[in-house]
Every structure is written in structure tokens, then in C-alpha cells.
């Protein structure tokens, strides 16, 4: 039995091409995965960099000639600090907005050894 050359050479081209197209196709599947899985990467990696903290993310000024330091002891409150330093006059509750203003607190709790700016 005599066998078409052409026979043969058409079932090597279709078995040589069948591994390249199925290994192709496994190569771009599998980068299309690694792409979606850094994209989500640098998207939780970002969005942990931006996340926002108690602490305040400005650095508070220097006081200024007119306004005073205090280092906060055990027990000290802003209503007591505020007492020291406002007048008769002022509102109080007005002077403690202004001292949290100031040193950008977020809460009125303070911590003993805390540096607060008094403002005029």
C-alpha cells in the first residue's frame, strides 16, 4: 500500500500547529490573569496607603510670638486649660474650639506630656 505524501504531510502540519495554538492560548489566558491580579494588587496596596488615621496628617505651626505653649499634665482637661488662659469675657466653649483649631485635635482627650499651642 502506497501512502499520499501529501496525506502525511497534512497530518504533521495539523499535530504541529494543534500544541502551539493550545499553548498560545494557555499563555494569554494566564497573562490576562496576572494582569487582573496586579491590577487588584496596586489597588488594595493604594488604597492602604491612602487610608486616613486619627493622627492629623499637618504638621502643626510653630507658636507664634503672641501665643503660649503648655505641656499637658495627668488630670488636665481642655476646659481647665481654657480656664487658665481665657478672659471674663470670652466665651470658654468658644476659647476650647479655638485651642482644637489650633493644634488640629480631633477629640478633646488629651495625652499627659502633649505639647498644646494656646492662641491669643
Known amino acids: 500500500m502506497i501512502m499520499n505524501p501529501t496525506f502525511y504531510n497534512s497530518i504533521h502540519k495539523e499535530e504541529a500547529v ?12 494566564h497573562a490576562f490573569k496576572l494582569i487582573v ?5 496596586v489597588l488594595l496596596f493604594t488604597s492602604f496607603l491612602m487610608m486616613s ?9 510653630e507658636a507664634a ?17 481654657a480656664d487658665r488662659f481665657v478672659d471674663n469675657s470670652k466665651d470658654i466653649r468658644e476659647y476650647i474650639y ?3 483649631e ?3 485635635l480631633s477629640s478633646v482627650e ?7 499651642i494656646i492662641p491669643e
Open 18 to 29: 494543534k500544541p502551539f495554538k493550545s499553548r498560545g492560548h494557555f499563555v494569554t489566558r
Open 102 to 104: 489650633r493644634n488640629q
Open 37 to 41: 491580579s496586579a491590577a487588584v494588587f
Open 110 to 116: 488629651l495625652q499627659p506630656g502633649q505639647v498644646l
Open 53 to 61: 488615621t486619627n493622627a492629623s496628617s499637618e504638621h502643626v505651626a
Open 98 to 100: 479655638k485651642i482644637k
Open 65 to 81: 510670638l503672641n501665643e503660649q505653649t503648655v505641656i499637658v499634665s495627668s488630670g488636665d482637661t481642655l476646659w481647665g486649660i
